[in-house]
């Protein structure tokens, strides 16, 4: 009886937080579709004629396609780089109880913990006497270095649950390390690899600090472009809050085609290690 009549409570509040958290992101979608004089009413009008021309010109008239298209490309290239260099570095490290390895995971641990401005400078450094600065390959680069700690330790989490015997039980059968790594251990921590590849593209897609310094206008990703709408004219309120619902929408559907792969992977261990 207790525990029926507790469940309305929590489900009371748990929307009421969720009302709470999705608060901004119903505002930015209000204003993104009011006319500027709508938008800063007082009191605040519920009941207007909705606009599409910000969204139509952030998309058509401002390169926003195109701004899309090169997070895309810089988020894809970080998560086909990062994730299987960290994978295969979880895997070996979730392995050995050295000290070395244990020294490996804190350097890693102390490099996450940088202030991501300190790293900037010598990426900017060796990018610019490269001639690299406003490529793809420099953005990648960074973002990989930048996210592989999180990988290591994220995709290491999911290895700590697969059982070691199953390893020394394909070594009685006669594979070799690689071999038990592709065929054996690989396939069970499927769920490992999608929720350490989401996170991965989620952090080189909202990437800013980095993205601002190292691409230009040929590179140039959606923070960055978003960030140039501002001052005093009120129509840039609209378009700043039609350009983050842009840059949420694209994500927001790719996140919700893999939830169940999400739940599922947060589910068996990706928070243990």
Avoid at 61 to 84: D, Q
Avoid at 93 to 107: C, F, I, Q, T
Avoid at 147 to 164: A, C, D, G, K
Avoid at 171 to 187: M, S, Y
Wanted: hydrophobic share 55%.
């Amino acid at each position: 009886m207790r525990r029926l009549l507790g469940q309305p409570l929590v489900v009371f509040l748990l929307s009421l937080f969720a009302l709470f958290s999705l608060t901004p992101i119903i505002w930015a979608v209000l204003i993104s579709i009011k006319q500027p004089a709508d938008a800063f009413a007082i009191p605040p009008k519920l009941f207007f004629e909705p606009t599409f021309r910000f969204h139509y010109e952030i998309w058509v008239e401002r390169r926003f396609v195109e701004f899309f298209l090169n997070s895309s490309i810089i988020a894809l290239g970080t998560v086909f780089i990062s994730v299987p260099l960290g994978t295969l570095a979880a895997y070996g490290l979730s392995r050995l109880e050295s000290r070395m390895a244990r020294s490996y995971l804190m350097g890693l641990l102390v490099i996450r913990m940088f202030p991501h401005i300190l790293l900037l400078i010598p990426f900017f450094i060796v990018a610019r006497s490269l001639s690299m600065i406003d490529s793809y390959p420099a953005m990648i680069a960074a973002m990989v270095a930048i996210n592989q700690p999180f990988t290591v330790w994220l995709m290491r989490s999911f290895f700590l649950e697969i059982p070691r015997e199953l390893d020394e039980a394909a070594t009685i059968d006669g594979c070799n390390a690689w071999t038990t790594f592709t065929k054996v251990i690989l396939p069970l921590a499927k769920p490992g690899i999608v929720v350490t590849s989401l996170f991965s593209l989620l952090l080189a897609y909202n990437e800013f600090l980095f993205a601002l310094i190292l691409t230009g206008s040929n590179t140039k990703t959606l923070p960055v472009a978003i960030a140039e709408y501002g001052g005093e004219d009120l129509n840039y309120w609209s378009l700043s809050a039609a350009g983050a619902i842009g840059i949420m929408l694209p994500i927001l559907l790719f996140m919700l085609f893999f939830q169940r792969h999400l739940v599922r992977g947060l589910t068996i261990g990706a928070v243990k290690g």
